[in-house]
């Protein structure tokens, strides 16, 4: 039986609690860290199709080095726009960016972090366009498809722990799409992953959800506390504008203050993990 015929019928069964075949079963090891970026850069394109989903008109390229293949994503969208209007009525956005820089920067900074959130990222000319290049990441589904087939992971401290990470991922780069459940992918080892940041990055100098952020990894905020502009601008200097790197850490400065203003409410043990 093939792999994805196993996947589907894991899927398909009520009385398998997992969500996919885990990727530490897989034949070959998941690519990662510095050979999945070299993978990227280098691999040559052997197919390419539209994604078929989004606005970015992004594409899904199969690469391959002659050893190994394996698929990405594509993007080439590269907006600036002084002043943007939503349909939603709300107030215009000043200096509005949808760009396949911020998918590279998202990663960067996700390394600085060490969260190990977003997919191996690399900037990149094909065919004389330059954009993101993007692990493509197999054997996994959307948080919309795991709420909906109602999927729980096996170990809820791990999970937890995860989407409180995840949460203060969204709102120190303010992602205003944080509630799409699209952009969250899970692994069959119920892994969370981060995806589609090219709308991230954007200029709010204020928290959307800052009620969401209760409890928070020791690490992260150990982490973010060592954030400073030359550090960013050395990072991510390529791909962000002075006024992205500055109100980031606006906002990280409003994460670390509501971090302190919670232990001294509740004790630290009851904040801050593990």
Do not use: C
Request: no cysteine; net charge neutral; proline share 4%.
């Amino acid at each position: 039986m093939t792999k994805k015929k196993v996947a589907s019928v894991l899927l398909a069964s009520s009385l398998v609690p997992a969500l996919l075949p885990s990727i530490s079963d897989a034949s070959d090891p998941p690519l990662a860290g510095q050979e999945a970026e070299e993978f990227l850069q280098v691999a040559r394109v052997v197919e390419s199709r539209d994604l078929g989903a989004g606005v970015t008109q992004s594409k899904r390229l199969t690469l391959s080095n002659g050893e190994r293949t394996a698929r990405a994503v594509w993007k080439t969208i590269n907006v600036y726009r002084p002043m943007q209007k939503f349909s939603d009525g709300g107030f215009p956005e000043i200096g509005f960016r949808d760009s396949y820089k911020n998918e590279i920067a998202a990663y960067e900074l996700d390394k600085l972090l060490v969260l190990h959130l977003v997919p191996p990222t690399v900037e990149r000319r094909i065919r004389g366009e330059r954009g993101s290049l993007q692990l493509w990441l197999d054997d996994t589904i959307t948080e919309g498809e795991r709420m909906s087939r109602g999927l729980t992971a096996p170990d809820t401290r791990r999970w937890n722990d995860q989407i409180h990470r995840l949460r203060i991922w969204h709102q120190l780069i303010d992602d205003r799409d944080f509630n799409n459940i699209h952009n969250v992918l899970v692994d069959g080892d119920f892994r969370i992953w981060a995806i589609d940041h090219s709308r991230a990055f954007r200029l709010g100098k204020s928290l959307q959800t800052p009620e969401g952020l209760k409890r928070f990894d020791r690490e992260l905020v150990e982490r973010l506390g060592d954030l400073d502009i030359d550090l960013l601008r050395a990072g991510l200097g390529r791909w962000l504008t002075k006024s992205q790197l500055e109100t980031l850490l606006v906002r990280r400065d409003l994460i670390l203050d509501r971090v302190e203003r919670l232990v001294a409410e509740r004790g630290e043990e009851s904040v801050l993990f593990p």
